[in-house]
């Protein structure tokens, strides 16, 4: 239930998965911009291919097969059942 309370809550703060892979944050000035955006249109820095969803992922365990989120102690993903790896 962890992985659907913790989807739940980015949710609540707009930044579900889908609205995460298009979303960047300019590393500049913060603004958030559409993904498919290459420059900030506030201070014109030069914005990264990495989405939200990117810079996320690579801070939570994610599903190798289907990208969703991941309790740090699960063995099974709660999305497709994939058995998990965990080191
Ligand atoms: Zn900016
Ligand atoms: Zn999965």
Redesign the pocket.
């Known amino acids: 239930m962890t992985q659907k309370t913790r989807l739940k809550n980015l949710e609540d703060f707009g930044y579900g998965p889908n609205v995460m892979r298009n979303t960047k944050v300019c590393a500049k000035c913060g603004q958030v911009i559409k993904a498919s955006a290459s420059f900030c249109p506030d201070c014109g820095e030069r914005l990264s291919s990495e989405t939200l969803f990117d810079r996320y992922k690579r801070q939570h365990p994610c599903?190798p097969?289907?990208?969703?989120v991941l309790a740090p102690d699960s063995l099974y993903?709660p999305?497709?059942?994939?058995k998990l790896k965990i080191k």
């Open positions: 599903c097969e289907c990208d969703t993903c999305h497709c059942g994939i």
